[in-house]
Nanobody, 112 residues
């Protein structure tokens, strides 16, 4: 099983970022993909999850107004898009096939 994420991103406040997570080695629709982030100096923060089979989503309350999870079952890839970025969104973002397999993480830096 592999989860490979897209590369680091630098964004200005108020803009959006979209991160990809390409999976392989298992049947994509058989398990959720969850998204978790780690802000510098803090613990892991669960953002939510998506079911690739029916595209059903569940978002953490903190993010539900700004985040969108999608999947492309033709490429076995999951995406997270975070809108209206703020400086405190600077973090490493991870996708996970809960919670045994993890992507390598994507650094998102929000700075003007």
């Amino acid at each position: 099983v592999q989860l490979v994420q897209s590369g680091a991103e630098l964004r200005n406040p108020g803009t959006s970022v979209k991160i990809s997570c390409k999976t392989s080695g298992y049947t994509f629709i058989n398990d959720y993909i969850a998204w978790v982030r780690q802000v510098p100096g803090q613990g892991l923060e669960w953002m939510g999850r998506i079911d690739p089979e029916d595209h059903g989503t569940r978002y953490a309350r903190k993010f539900q107004d700004r985040v969108t999870f999608t999947v492309d079952t033709s490429t076995n890839t999951a995406y997270v898009e975070l809108n209206n970025l703020r400086s405190d969104d600077t973090a490493v973002y991870y996708c996970t096939r809960p919670y045994r397999w993890w992507g390598q993480g994507t650094q998102v830096t929000v700075s003007s």
